[in-house]
């Protein structure tokens, strides 16, 4: 893992701020839905089941003194089913990369890791409040839209590493905010500052029973106990990932560049770099990595698979099942033991996914690849 104490990287470069998907969540809130408090809360009691195709918007339309423990329980859970969203197409394009040792494969598993870490802050201080992260429940089919509304327009798909897949759907899923502003009228980091104003006006009281602690890549996430720790892990996950300006010159608190930009070099295959006031690709070379040719999964799965993709893909999703299963049971009293057994069969999904990439379509189009699909 990158060294976080560093101030620059290893080509002199000052540390960029880095973002991901809710600030593209707040530019997303474009229009605004009439919502009761706690309006779209499912019989069951739960909030935004499956986070369905407004939720966002939804969210951000509620005035703020209407803003309570629910809204902040909604919100929360709705950052679980986003941040949880990344990690299938993200985990495909770097499994497929047969170098691990490439700068390209160390750019996405750095980026896989900040999602990861990025879940556990919301699942831990959903847990703070007193909800319970549905985790399972969250998890997306594939190919198809972010969750809550996201992105309208943007598919998510799997595939193994190409331009394609890093150009419309990585850099799309962390596309900076200035542009969209431009669109939606909405300040960067609205999600996660609503967020935290919600928070300091109702201040709930908080709850470290349930909560997780574990390093994660780079990160250590801890138990959130006051409101202090609130805002400072809400300004973390802001200035690493949801809530910096777009502009490449704020700095992050770890040097590394943000998600959008990290993805851009290896789309343009260049580092980004700084010449007087401009920025531009055009740095030290990235070279695209040699990627095994996995086609994208179709809707429905592969169809007609042969026995020995059949049991492959068996595998790969009973494990997912577990992983999902096994984090739901985390922040529901499981703990550590639960989690670690989700580390594990995380770790174990790795192995039947580059099988799957290293067998051939019938048509000669590419290769297959894990579907993450868990079985019912």
């Known amino acids: 893992m990158a060294d976080s104490g560093m101030g620059c990287d ?17 530019a997303a809130a474009s229009v605004t839905l009439a919502r009761p408090a706690r309006a779209n809360v499912p019989a069951d009691g739960s909030p935004f089941a499956g986070g369905g195709g407004g939720a966002v918007a939804s969210l951000l339309s509620v005035a703020e003194r209407d ?10 859970q709705v950052a679980v089913e986003l941040e949880l969203s990344t990690l299938p197409p993200y985990l495909c ?10 700068e390209a494969a160390q750019l996405i598993r750095r980026i896989v890791d900040d999602e990861m870490y990025h879940l556990g802050v919301v699942c831990n201080l959903l847990v703070a409040v007193g909800g319970r992260p549905r985790i399972r429940d969250a998890a997306p089919v594939y190919p198809g839209p972010l969750p809550g509304g ?20 990585m850099m799309a899923i962390e596309a900076p905010e200035t542009p969209l502003a431009r669109d939606v009228g909405l300040t960067i980091g609205a999600f996660y500052g609503g967020l935290q ?43 690493q990932g949801e809530g910096t300006s777009a502009s490449p010159e704020d700095a992050s608190q770890d040097d590394h560049l943000a998600h959008y930009y990290a993805f851009a070099e290896i789309y343009h ?51 997912y099942a577990t992983v999902l299963g096994s984090l739901d049971s985390a922040w529901a009293g499981g703990g550590p033991a639960s ?25 000669g189009s590419g290769t297959y690849g894990p579907q993450f699909r868990p079985p019912s």
């Open 150 to 169: 996201v992105r309208p327009g943007v598919t998510v798909r799997l595939s193994g590493l190409t331009p394609s897949l890093v150009h419309d759907v």
């Open 269 to 319: 295959g260049r580092r980004l770099v700084q010449s007087g006031d401009a920025w531009g690709f055009t740095g030290e070379a990235v070279p695209f990595p040699d990627a095994r040719p996995m086609a994208e999964v179709p809707t429905g799965g592969w169809p007609d698979p042969s026995p020995q993709v059949g049991q492959l893909l068996d595998v790969f999703d009973s494990t």
């Open 67 to 76: 803003r309570d423990l629910g809204w902040i329980q909604d919100a929360l």
């Open 197 to 239: 104003d919600a928070f300091q006006n109702v201040a709930p009281g908080l709850s470290t029973d349930g909560q997780l602690a574990v390093r994660i890549g780079a990160d250590d996430l801890v138990p959130i106990a006051d409101l202090d720790a609130v805002a400072q892990s809400i300004e973390t996950v802001r200035e």
């Open 339 to 363: 989690l670690d057994a989700a580390v594990r069969a995380m770790r174990a999904l790795e192995s039947p996914a580059v099988q799957l990439m290293e067998l051939p379509l019938p048509d």
């Open 10 to 26: 290893g080509q002199g470069r000052k540390g960029l701020g880095r973002r991901t998907l809710l600030a593209a969540a707040a």
């Open 93 to 102: 394009g770097w499994w497929s990369v047969k170098d691990r040792d490439s």
